[in-house]
């Protein structure tokens, strides 16, 4: 098993910028996928952001077009810990955002909803212009 708790949510204005974190705990794997999803309200739940472990040996970044070149996600193995820096913010990026593990973010960058080993309880962010 593998425990996601989310922190640095709250009430920004809108520019940001506000750092997600989601630590993991348990049995966690560093080539598990992990990134972070929303769901604001009224709407579906989507993707946001994923780093997974590339064939390359390294770690690469998957973003949903609304928040590319915007949101930087990056990763801290030693620390278990996955972090979503937020610039640029928008009243439209409102919402909870969730820290989720184990899903295929090829797909999910794609628009299909996959799903997750693991979710987290979730984060508001809520965005004032």
């Known amino acids: 098993q593998v425990q996601l708790v989310e922190s640095g949510g709250g009430l920004v204005q809108a520019g940001g910028p506000p750092r997600l974190s989601c630590a993991a705990s348990g049995r966690t794997s560093r080539s598990y996928a992990m990134g972070w999803f929303r769901q604001g309200p009224g709407k579906d739940r989507e993707f946001v952001a994923a780093?997974?472990?590339?064939?390359?040996?390294?770690?690469?970044?998957h973003y949903v077009d609304s928040v590319q070149g915007r949101f930087t996600i990056s990763r801290d193995n030693a620390k278990n810990t996955v972090y979503l820096q937020m610039d640029s913010l928008k009243v439209e990026d409102t919402a909870v955002y969730y820290c989720?593990?184990?899903?295929?973010?090829?797909?999910?960058?794609?628009?299909?909803?996959?799903?997750?080993?693991?979710w987290g309880q979730g984060t508001q962010v809520t965005v004032s212009s």
């Open positions: 780093t997974s472990w590339s064939h390359c040996s390294t770690y690469i970044a």
């Open positions: 989720a593990a184990d899903f295929v973010p090829e797909r999910a960058v794609e628009g299909v909803r996959v799903p997750a080993g693991y």
